[in-house]
């Protein structure tokens, strides 16, 4: 679960997923990308955990 954890992140990060997004006429989906510092943040999230992404505690 780890592998395909990082891989959507790693897509994320490169390429942008669709998201949707509150607008004035209701809500829009839009592609977006996370930046660097999300991207090494939830990096290093995933790092601690085990992998089913459980803390190792």
């Keep these: 679960m780890k592998a395909q954890a990082k891989a959507v992140l790693n897509r994320f990060h490169k390429e942008g997923l669709y998201v949707a997004k509150k607008n004035a006429m209701g809500f ?16 290093s999230v995933f790092e601690r955990g085990n992998e089913d992404g459980f803390s190792p505690e």
């Design 28 to 43: 829009e989906i839009v592609k977006e990308k996370i930046t660097d510092e999300q991207f090494s943040y939830m990096n």
